[in-house]
């Protein structure tokens, strides 16, 4: 009998560290390694690195570790599970689940293997297929995180998130944080496709960051053009589940990319922004009160001069931009309604620059549209208050 700090199986020899120091014998001698703890696996020291790297959101060196610890040893199943894992994170769906099948060719009923084909189904948008390993891993196991992760799914097979939206993170995977927030896209989803009448054609990439603190990042100005690049980014690291807050911004984003996907860069960003705002939910009138006094005062800016994107404001300035904006949509929809919101966002769409949608689709032109929207606060506003 050998005690020893640390044991690890290389190829034909077992090595272990005693005292600080490295020794190895040839495996065909050894008869059993017991642990202190009692559990019963060895780890490798690259599937150790692997599962601290994946921890630490880098998949990337996740993945090298653990094919350096299968290159040693390839039906090692804690090294088999490793791969897999830095697959799922790197969106690697196909190779994921090849990976896992042999891991469980090997160990059949592993519940951390039937956990991640469930994972690596998710991911691949199978949200039907993913329940039935997520149970068969909770009948080997009772582990509360994969509890949350079936429950996540629901009671509906949510197929249309498959279709709809990619999930992604940018830190250590929140596998049930994640399915919760498809719940909530792809309530918002529906919303505004008969809202809007349109929908993307093309699935949305959503990344949860799990490694920066959440924060409101809707009236951001650094954060005012995350959405042209057609990706919706949200920062929910201290977040555990959909929080009013989180839906918000949510929802905030989502309107951004259906917005985009049928007008593009051709979106004036004061209309971009407050679409953005109204779809969020709430009242859409509700900034007119604070605006009443700039009406009043004449110190409203030209809509037609806040068509560029609102980075580089000062948070000041971009609080007031924003305010602007949702309180201009909300003269659009006292005008024309949501038709008349469609109508517009439809003739972006077909390449007419502001100044041209707006009288085709709600009979205004811009001078009109701010005329209206000014003398509209000024009268909400009531009259101003005595000089002192």
């Given at each position: 009998?050998?005690?020893a700090?640390q044991?690890w199986?290389?190829?034909?020899e077992l090595?272990y560290?005693?005292n600080?120091?490295?020794?190895?014998?040839?495996?065909?001698?050894?008869q059993?390694?017991d642990?202190a703890d009692g559990?019963?696996?060895?780890?490798?020291?690259?599937?150790?690195k692997?599962c601290?790297?994946?921890a630490?959101?880098?998949?990337?060196?996740a993945l090298?570790?653990?094919?350096?610890?299968?290159f040693?040893?390839?039906?090692?199943?804690p090294?088999?599970?490793a791969l897999?894992?830095a697959?799922?994170?790197?969106?690697?769906v196909?190779?994921?689940?090849e990976?896992?099948?042999t891991?469980l060719g090997?160990?059949?009923g592993?519940?951390r293997?039937?956990e991640l084909?469930?994972d690596a189904l998710v991911e691949g948008?199978?949200?039907a297929?993913?329940r039935?390993p997520?149970?068969?891993s909770l009948d080997v196991?009772e582990q509360?995180?994969?509890?949350?992760?079936?429950e996540?799914?629901g009671?509906?097979?949510a197929?249309a998130?498959?279709?709809?939206f990619?999930?992604?993170?940018d830190g250590?995977a929140?596998?049930p944080?994640?399915?919760a927030?498809l719940?909530?896209?792809?309530s918002a989803w529906?919303?505004?496709?008969?809202r809007?009448?349109?929908?993307?054609?093309l699935?949305?990439?959503?990344?949860?960051?799990?490694?920066?603190?959440f924060r409101?990042t809707t009236?951001?100005?650094?954060w005012?053009?995350a959405?042209?690049?057609g990706?919706?980014?949200v920062?929910v690291?201290?977040?555990?589940?959909?929080?009013?807050?989180l839906v918000?911004?949510l929802?905030h984003e989502?309107?951004?990319?259906f917005v985009?996907?049928r007008?593009?860069?051709r979106c004036?960003?004061w209309?971009h922004?407050?679409l953005a705002?109204?779809?969020e939910?709430?009242?859409?009138?509700?900034?007119d009160?604070?605006?009443?006094?700039?009406?009043r005062e004449?110190r409203l800016?030209?809509?037609?001069l806040?068509e560029?994107p609102?980075v580089?404001?000062?948070?000041a300035?971009?609080t007031?931009?924003y305010?602007?904006?949702?309180?201009a949509?909300?003269?659009?929809l006292?005008?024309?309604g949501?038709?008349?919101?469609?109508r517009l966002?439809?003739?972006?769409?077909?390449?007419?620059?502001?100044?041209?949608?707006l009288?085709?689709?709600?009979?205004l032109s811009?001078?009109?549209?701010q005329?209206?929207?000014?003398?509209?606060?000024?009268?909400?506003g009531?009259?101003p208050s005595?000089a002192s």
């Amino acid at each position: 009998m050998i005690e020893a700090d640390q044991a690890w199986f290389e190829g034909s020899e077992l090595h272990y560290r005693r005292n600080g120091v490295v020794y190895a014998v040839p495996r065909s001698l050894v008869q059993r390694v017991d642990t202190a703890d009692g559990s019963a696996a060895l780890e490798d020291p690259d599937t150790r690195k692997s599962c601290e790297r994946l921890a630490a959101g880098d998949p990337a060196e996740a993945l090298r570790f653990a094919r350096l610890a299968l290159f040693r040893e390839p039906a090692s199943v804690p090294a088999l599970q490793a791969l897999a894992a830095a697959q799922i994170a790197l969106g690697q769906v196909a190779r994921a689940r090849e990976v896992v099948r042999t891991a469980l060719g090997i160990e059949p009923g592993n519940a951390r293997s039937l956990e991640l084909l469930g994972d690596a189904l998710v991911e691949g948008g199978d949200f039907a297929s993913a329940r039935e390993p997520y149970r068969l891993s909770l009948d080997v196991a009772e582990q509360p995180h994969v509890r949350r992760k079936l429950e996540a799914l629901g009671t509906s097979p949510a197929a249309a998130s498959s279709a709809r939206f990619r999930i992604r993170y940018d830190g250590a995977a929140d596998k049930p944080l994640g399915l919760a927030v498809l719940g909530v896209l792809d309530s918002a989803w529906e919303e505004y496709e008969r809202r809007l009448g349109f929908a993307p054609s093309l699935p949305v990439t959503v990344v949860l960051q799990t490694a920066t603190t959440f924060r409101d990042t809707t009236r951001a100005p650094d954060w005012a053009a995350a959405w042209n690049d057609g990706t919706i980014r949200v920062p929910v690291m201290g977040v555990d589940r959909p929080t009013p807050g989180l839906v918000r911004v949510l929802r905030h984003e989502l309107a951004h990319s259906f917005v985009a996907a049928r007008a593009g860069a051709r979106c004036p960003t004061w209309l971009h922004e407050g679409l953005a705002q109204w779809l969020e939910g709430g009242d859409p009138e509700r900034e007119d009160p604070g605006l009443a006094r700039l009406a009043r005062e004449s110190r409203l800016p030209r809509l037609d001069l806040l068509e560029r994107p609102f980075v580089g404001l000062s948070e000041a300035a971009a609080t007031v931009a924003y305010a602007q904006s949702l309180s201009a949509v909300a003269q659009l929809l006292r005008s024309g309604g949501e038709a008349g919101v469609r109508r517009l966002v439809e003739a972006l769409g077909r390449g007419l620059p502001a100044k041209e949608a707006l009288p085709e689709a709600l009979g205004l032109s811009y001078g009109e549209l701010q005329r209206a929207w000014e003398a509209h606060l000024r009268a909400a506003g009531g009259k101003p208050s005595p000089a002192s």
